[in-house]
């Protein structure tokens, strides 16, 4: 059974940092790229950034482009999102997801989210 468990998430003032955390078990970890999505209330689900699955290529929406860095590490598992220079905006549930590589065009599997609130 697959499971993608995001922890990390809390509330940090305006400016400040959080680190996510996603523990990845039940697939090859190496054979998935891993995304980064979140989820404001009201609003649709958005993508935040994506890793390859040897962690050399990341890409990043604008929105977060320069404030947040996806990594990898593969020995334990897990993908990372450090988030740096918070605003209010990037208030959301923020969810990891997993794509296989090479045969998927879409993330296969999902976590549970964790929450991130950013207070002004």
């Known amino acids: 059974q697959v499971q993608l468990v995001e922890s990390g998430g809390g509330l940090v003032q305006a400016g400040g940092s959080l680190r996510l955390s996603c523990a990845a078990s039940g697939l090859s970890f190496r054979s998935y790229a891993m995304g980064w999505f979140r989820q404001a209330p009201g609003k649709e689900r958005e993508f935040v950034g994506h890793i390859s699955w040897s962690g050399s290529s990341t890409t990043y929406a604008d929105s977060v482009k320069g404030r947040f860095t996806i990594s990898r590490d593969n020995a334990k598992n897990t993908v990372y999102l450090q988030m740096d220079s918070l605003k209010p905006e990037d208030t959301a549930v923020y969810y990891c997801?997993?794509?296989?590589?090479?045969?998927?065009?879409?993330?296969?599997?999902w976590g549970q989210g964790t929450q991130v609130t950013v207070s002004s």
């Open positions: 997801a997993a794509r296989k590589v090479g045969t998927s065009t879409k993330y296969d599997y």
